[in-house]
């Protein structure tokens, strides 16, 4: 009966651990998105004023 609890709480943590790797990844993900998204802005705006003057 221990063993088995021991292993559920041994399965539980790989689990909480594997969720926040998970959430670690996409939150990454979604940062370097918005930073392309802000750059790709930029850059459009730079060919903006290329464009007028």
């Known amino acids: 009966m221990v063993q088995v609890m021991a292993q559920r709480a ?13 959430q670690e990844a996409v939150s990454r993900t979604a940062d370097r998105v918005a930073r392309e998204a802000r750059r ?14």
């Open 10 to 22: 041994l399965a539980d943590a790989m689990e909480l651990m594997a969720n926040a790797m998970t």
């Open 40 to 53: 790709g802005g930029e850059d459009e705006l730079c060919d903006d004023r290329n464009l007028i003057t």
